[in-house]
């Protein structure tokens, strides 16, 4: 069995599926499980469906639902008994004036409703043992299984395996996922992960990759999996704005050809946080974008939204630095001043920006960068060769351009570097273990 490091996601690729779940076969062929699933409406009735062509499924609702597959029972405790995996997929709902057919930007922000999970939770829970499996699949924001639901779960062990089907197409994207997210308390590959993968194995129809996290990063995952595809759908939609407004455009040439741009639009390109966007282009044409967007009269300007996220990024960065610094008593120090590594120019740097904050805060800053000061014929100092420093350092770039005492503290948004000599803070992972020394 492979092991697995705290601190990441798992990814388990078609290529380790024999060596992670066993022989294929056996599993395929393998004697029916025991399935309970709790909640029988538009998209959960679809995949038990799904679940009961090869197992034996039972189901509950408060409505009777119109199927001839899923053996029905009429109380949970009916639904649950002698079942060795139970389902709950049942609402976590808005009122009805938040479901987007109306405007809602002038309403108040508001957290899905639990009563729902948490009701069936409390009850699935008092007739459940530990031999038993519970996995939750409906949708919630990220922190909401670890504050809102796991003191409910004392019988059942517990997984939070959340799905990415639509309306319309449920059984289909049931067994043809970009990816399974199963979330344990830790993020490790559990004995209860384990079965899980192993049942889906029974039933998919392609081959996804199983990204095993904590409860909070598949949380994560689901929400921002679909808010990504809103963002998709509104910048695209904002082209053809622009097409409408400006003329001479047609907005399917525009969009054609940003979607076969595969290295990095339509890639994983870009998908590792660290440090923001940067150099002589990016955030510049956001900025002409905005003038485009108020000249344009669009009514709405997302560039502007983009900027600011970029600056307030920036600044909570700064604010981990200088609270190391103040702690410390140490300087702070960029490793990295051009906009991105092995380059000389610092047109749009985001390190800069950052320090920019830092000194704002009142707090001193060192600079280094052997690139930018050959270029600019500067030897000493901001070349950081062959010198030493005792310093809170802002990773920035990857290679360490500089030798460091045993006191100082490197914050990397990268979270790649560890070493024992000093310590090391992997800004964007707040496991327990996001310190290292």
């Given at each position: 069995?492979?092991?697995?490091?705290?601190?990441?996601?798992?990814?388990?690729?078609p290529?380790?599926?024999?060596?992670?779940?066993?022989?294929?076969?056996?599993?395929?062929?393998?004697?029916?499980?025991?399935?309970?699933?709790?909640?029988?409406?538009?998209?959960?009735?679809?995949?038990?469906?799904?679940?009961?062509?090869?197992?034996?499924?039972?189901?509950?609702?408060?409505?009777?639902?119109?199927?001839?597959?899923?053996?029905?029972?009429?109380?949970?405790?009916?639904?649950?008994?002698?079942?060795e995996?139970?389902?709950?997929?049942?609402?976590?709902?808005?009122?009805?004036?938040?479901?987007?057919?109306?405007?809602?930007?002038?309403?108040?922000?508001?957290?899905?409703?639990?009563?729902?999970?948490?009701?069936?939770?409390k009850?699935?829970?008092?007739?459940?043992?530990?031999?038993?499996?519970?996995?939750?699949?409906?949708?919630?924001?990220?922190?909401?299984?670890?504050r809102?639901?796991?003191?409910?779960?004392?019988?059942?062990?517990?997984?939070?395996?959340?799905?990415?089907?639509?309306?319309?197409?449920?059984?289909?994207?049931?067994?043809?996922?970009?990816?399974?997210?199963i979330?344990?308390?830790?993020?490790?590959k559990?004995?209860?992960?384990?079965?899980?993968?192993?049942?889906?194995?029974?039933?998919?129809?392609?081959?996804?990759?199983?990204?095993?996290?904590?409860w909070?990063?598949?949380?994560?995952?689901?929400?921002?999996?679909?808010?990504?595809?809103?963002?998709?759908?509104?910048?695209?939609?904002?082209?053809?704005?622009?097409?409408?407004?400006?003329?001479?455009?047609?907005?399917?040439?525009?969009t054609?050809?940003?979607?076969?741009?595969?290295?990095r639009?339509?890639?994983?390109?870009?998908?590792?946080?660290?440090?923001?966007?940067?150099?002589?282009c990016?955030?510049?044409?956001?900025?002409?974008?905005?003038?485009?967007?108020?000249?344009?009269?669009?009514?709405?300007?997302?560039?502007?939204?983009?900027?600011?996220?970029?600056?307030?990024?920036?600044?909570?960065?700064?604010?981990?630095?200088?609270?190391?610094?103040?702690?410390?008593?140490?300087?702070?120090?960029?490793?990295g001043?051009?906009?991105?590594?092995?380059?000389?120019?610092?047109?749009?740097?985001?390190?800069?920006?950052?320090?920019?904050?830092?000194?704002?805060?009142?707090?001193?800053?060192?600079?280094?960068?052997?690139?930018?000061?050959?270029?600019n014929?500067?030897?000493?100092?901001?070349?950081?060769?062959?010198?030493?420093?005792?310093?809170?350092?802002?990773?920035?770039?990857?290679?360490?351009?500089?030798?460091?005492?045993?006191?100082?503290?490197?914050?990397?948004?990268?979270?790649?570097?560890?070493?024992?000599?000093?310590?090391?803070?992997?800004?964007?992972?707040?496991?327990?273990?996001?310190?290292?020394?």
């Open positions: 069995m492979k092991s697995y490091d705290a601190g990441s996601t798992v990814t388990i690729t290529s380790s599926k024999l060596e992670t779940f066993g022989d294929i076969e056996t599993l395929l062929t393998g004697t029916q499980q025991k399935i309970g699933f709790i909640g029988l409406g538009k998209l959960g009735l679809p995949c038990a469906e799904v679940m009961a062509k090869k197992h034996d499924v039972t189901g509950y609702d408060i409505v009777k639902a119109n199927t001839d597959r899923v053996i029905q029972k009429d109380t949970i405790a009916e639904c649950v008994a002698d079942r995996i139970v389902f709950v997929a049942v609402p976590t709902p808005h009122d009805m004036a938040y479901d987007g057919k109306a405007p809602t930007a002038h309403l108040m922000p508001k957290d899905f409703d639990y009563t729902i999970v948490k009701n069936v939770l009850e699935a829970n008092e007739f459940m043992d530990d031999s038993q499996l519970l996995v939750l699949i409906s949708t919630v924001l990220p922190g909401t299984t670890r809102e639901f796991i003191n409910l779960v004392t019988n059942p062990r517990f997984v939070y395996n959340p799905y990415l089907i639509a309306m319309g197409t449920v059984a289909w994207d049931m067994v043809n996922p970009d990816m399974v997210m979330g344990t308390e830790d993020g490790e559990t004995k209860d992960a384990n079965e899980l993968c192993n049942f889906y194995h029974t039933i998919m129809e392609n081959n996804p990759t199983y990204h095993i996290g904590t909070d990063e598949c949380e994560c995952i689901k929400v921002f999996y679909n808010t990504f595809i809103s963002m998709k759908i509104g910048l695209v939609n904002m082209i053809q704005d622009v097409a409408e407004k400006q003329g001479n455009i047609n907005v399917d040439v525009v054609k050809a940003l979607a076969s741009s595969k290295q639009l339509m890639s994983p390109a870009y998908m590792k946080a660290g440090m923001g966007d940067g150099g002589a990016h955030p510049r044409d956001n900025i002409a974008l905005r003038y485009m967007a108020e000249n344009l009269d669009l009514g709405y300007d997302l560039f502007d939204s983009i900027m600011n996220a970029r600056e307030i990024q920036a600044e909570n960065l700064a604010m981990v630095l200088v609270e190391q610094s103040d702690e410390s008593g140490l300087p702070i120090l960029l490793n001043i051009a906009y991105k590594p092995g380059v000389e120019y610092t047109a749009g740097s985001y390190s800069l920006l950052v320090g920019h904050y830092c000194k704002e805060m009142g707090n001193e800053v060192i600079e280094i960068d052997p690139c930018v000061a050959e270029a014929g500067v030897m000493t100092d901001i070349a950081g060769k062959g010198l030493t420093y005792e310093a809170v350092v802002l990773l920035s770039h990857p290679e360490l351009y500089v030798d460091l005492t045993s006191k100082s503290i490197v914050v990397d948004p990268w979270r790649e570097y560890k070493n024992p000599d000093h310590t090391v803070i992997h800004y964007g992972n707040t496991r327990q273990n996001t310190v290292y020394n």
